[in-house]
Nanobody
């Protein structure tokens, strides 16, 4: 059983930055991929950023150029650096990991972008 724990959410002004972290209970270099999703009120959950075991990254068009996903295999942690934040980035951000055929999820961390 994989456990994922997110941290780093909070309140930030538009244009500001936050860094989210996801600590995994297992060795992340065995996961097929790790990703960040977000769920905003009234909207469907969407994929924000993904990093494969091989290091390939993918981003939602809405965050490309502003967000960066990275991983630290020695700490079994994945980060999401979020810059130039906008009010529309407000959401609960969830960490996701895929191991074999199973997806695992964290409980989420709230990001609020507001002045």
């Amino acid at each position: 059983q994989v456990q994922l724990v997110e941290s780093g959410g909070g309140l930030v002004q538009p244009g500001g930055s936050l860094r989210l972290s996801c600590a995994a209970s297992g060795s992340i270099d065995t996961f097929t991929h790790m990703a960040w999703y977000r769920h905003a009120p009234g909207k469907e959950r969407e994929l924000v950023a993904l990093i494969t075991r091989g290091g390939t990254t993918n981003y939602a068009a809405s965050v490309k150029g502003r967000f960066t996903i990275s991983r630290d295999n020695t700490q079994n942690t994945v980060h999401l650096q979020m810059n130039s934040l906008k009010p529309e980035d407000t959401a609960v951000y969830y960490c996701n990991a895929k191991l074999l055929m199973t997806n695992y999820w964290g409980k989420g961390t709230l990001v609020t972008v507001s002045s």
